[in-house]
């Protein structure tokens, strides 16, 4: 059994990237003052007084609110609100639901709901029954945006946190240069500007491998859900998930160095490709063409439920 670096207890994590061992209190100090850090950078308390945190009971999300509720407990001045999509996928997101309404609770923190059914007028199971070209993912990951941005708006919330960790970002990172889609990566979060109708996301799990994720909820003995979303395995991101995992694997560190190779150039990115002036959709929601990508995948949706009627 290893000793931890700073103490005489036995550790629980080998941080391979920088060659720490950690005891369970030290690696959940070394976690909080990361979150801390970029919790500070991405948000100016000073003028956002509302956090929504978009909650779906996993590991990730739920962590990210219980960090930011930690962080920001003494701060009376500002409110964290809990945010939950139900996107209407049986036998995973109710248990899922479960868990993100009773971690809101515990931590005496409004819990709010959000349903593809109300939103959208079809549950993801509808959905995955009338796909075209495209995945279950790409409908799923449109139609959940608008619902936490609709959401958060209806709250009057400043800022939404979500629980992307280190994985997520460098495999966003990765699939948007190897896609060729440059201008997509000046505009991913954390956001550091205020779109009209857009309210801006924050990461503050960003810098945290997913690992590392996982075990600080299991020292801080956090009831998530590890249930698996029936469609994950038509999702490209799982590919890039196993490119980098071995890329991390052979040589520690990996994963940060693209995420900090993105941020050095990302200043870079939006000056060659400004934010452009928002349009509204007629369902009032903003978007750079005047109709949104959820209205044009709910009409494809609906011309493929319509040709499917008797």
């Not at 036995?10 to 976690?31: D, K, M």
């Not at 960090?67 to 997101?93: M, P, Q, W």
């Not at 890329?247 to 560190?253: D, F, L, V």
Request: charged share 30%; net charge positive; hydrophobic share 35%.
């Amino acid at each position: 059994m290893s000793i931890c670096d700073r103490c005489n207890r036995n550790a629980v994590e080998f941080i391979r990237y920088n060659g720490s061992h950690l005891c369970s209190a030290h690696f959940q100090e070394y976690v909080t003052r990361r979150v801390r850090k970029e919790l500070r950078s991405q948000v100016d308390l000073d003028y956002s007084k509302h956090i929504a945190v978009a909650v779906s009971g996993g590991k990730d999300s739920c962590i990210a609110l219980l960090l930011i509720h930690d962080i920001l407990e003494k701060r009376r001045d500002v409110k964290i609100s809990a945010i939950t999509v139900d996107e209407g996928i049986e036998g995973y997101r109710p248990d899922a639901l479960q868990k993100a309404r009773h971690l809101a609770k515990e931590l005496g923190v409004e819990h709010y709901v959000a349903k593809f059914g109300d939103v959208v007028d079809m549950t993801m199971d509808e959905v995955s029954s009338l796909l075209g070209h495209r995945t279950p993912c790409a409908y799923c990951g449109v139609f959940r945006r608008k619902c936490m941005n609709l959401k958060a708006r209806e709250i009057g919330a400043d800022v939404l946190a979500t629980g992307h960790n280190l994985d997520d970002a460098a495999q966003a990172i990765l699939m948007n240069f190897t896609r060729g889609d440059v201008e997509r990566l000046a505009r991913m979060g954390p956001h550091e500007k205020v779109q009209p109708g857009l309210v801006p996301r924050i990461m503050p799990l960003r810098q945290i491998p997913e690992k590392e994720v996982y075990l600080y909820a299991l020292l801080r003995e956090i009831n998530f859900s590890d249930s698996i979303c029936p469609y994950w395995e038509a999702a490209l991101r799982n590919e890039y998930r196993d490119i980098i995992d071995v890329m991390e694997a052979r040589s520690p560190g990996t994963k940060h160095s693209i995420l900090a190779s993105y941020d050095d150039i990302k200043p870079l990115l939006q000056t060659k490709y400004p934010q452009t002036s928002l349009e509204r959709c007629s369902c009032g929601e903003p978007s750079p063409k005047g109709k949104c990508m959820a209205c044009t995948m709910m009409e494809e949706l609906r011309d493929r439920r319509t040709r499917k009627l008797p």
